[in-house]
């Protein structure tokens, strides 16, 4: 499921380093390199997939996944274990990295988007 010019992809193969929160068969969570907020990972499919319109009916499991990853890094935070999850799709809200994937942020106040 490489995608040979995908960042995303050579970070999933090891082959680009990034600071590993949790990973699973079918999902890696890293650190954002650029963070927007205090705490801020990637929840990351492992296959390449461009962003949530190119989901099929059999990733339904996949995105499923992704939200219960979602739940499980909030655990570790403070109560109210408060985050905001954020899904770009397309480079005009942008999307910057064609690899599907979801913003986890948490430590500030967000209330605007
Ligand atoms: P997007 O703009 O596509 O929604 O989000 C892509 C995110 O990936 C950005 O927040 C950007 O900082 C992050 N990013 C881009 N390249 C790398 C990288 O090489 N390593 C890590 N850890 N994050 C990256
Ligand atoms: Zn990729």
Same mark, same amino acid.
């Not at 990733?59 to 570790?76: C, F, I, T, Y």
């Given at each position: 499921m490489k995608n040979p010019t995908c960042i995303f992809c050579k970070i999933i193969a090891k082959e680009v380093?990034?600071?590993i929160i949790a990973e699973t068969n079918d999902i890696l969570v890293i650190n954002d390199i650029a963070p927007k907020a205090p705490?801020?990972?990637?929840?990351?499919?492992?296959?390449?997939?461009a #962003?949530?319109?190119?989901?099929? #009916?059999?990733?339904?499991?996949?995105a499923?996944?992704?939200?219960?990853?979602?739940?499980?890094?909030?655990?570790?935070?403070?109560?109210?274990?408060?985050?905001?999850?954020?899904?770009?799709?397309g480079a005009a809200v942008g999307q910057s990295v064609f690899h599907i994937h979801c913003h986890f942020l948490a430590g500030k106040q967000m209330t605007d988007f």
């Amino acid at each position: 499921m490489k995608n040979p010019t995908c960042i995303f992809c050579k970070i999933i193969a090891k082959e680009v380093p990034a600071q590993i929160i949790a990973e699973t068969n079918d999902i890696l969570v890293i650190n954002d390199i650029a963070p927007k907020a205090p705490i801020h990972y990637l929840i990351i499919p492992k296959n390449h997939i461009a #962003d949530v319109k190119s989901l099929q #009916d059999t990733d339904v499991e996949l995105a499923g996944k992704m939200l219960l990853m979602a739940k499980q890094l909030s655990q570790v935070l403070p109560e109210p274990r408060a985050f905001k999850l954020v899904m770009n799709n397309g480079a005009a809200v942008g999307q910057s990295v064609f690899h599907i994937h979801c913003h986890f942020l948490a430590g500030k106040q967000m209330t605007d988007f």
